[in-house]
């Protein structure tokens, strides 16, 4: 991992760029990833177009 990330802080900005849209696709492949935005998808069809950041707890 070390040998990797060295590597990447050697390499160009647009070598990065491309780098980072390659691990959008991986990342956009996995089953996790696509279940969510299943359920996401399914709350906008639903009419909830948005949500409200949620506050933490009180505590006394």
Same mark, same amino acid.
């Given at each position: 991992? $070390?040998?990797?990330?060295? =590597?990447? %802080?050697?390499?160009?900005? +647009? !070598?990065?760029?491309?780098?980072? *849209?390659? $691990?959008?696709?991986?990342? =956009?492949? %996995?089953?996790?990833?696509? +279940? !969510?935005?299943?359920?996401?998808? *399914?709350?906008?069809?639903?009419?909830?177009?948005?949500?409200?950041?949620?506050?933490?707890?009180?505590?006394?």
């Amino acid at each position: 991992m $070390l040998q990797l990330k060295q =590597q990447l %802080s050697r390499i160009t900005e +647009k !070598e990065r760029q491309e780098i980072s *849209a390659f $691990l959008h696709r991986l990342r =956009q492949q %996995s089953p996790v990833w696509q +279940k !969510e935005m299943t359920r996401r998808m *399914a709350e906008m069809d639903a009419g909830k177009k948005f949500r409200l950041p949620r506050k933490p707890a009180a505590t006394a």
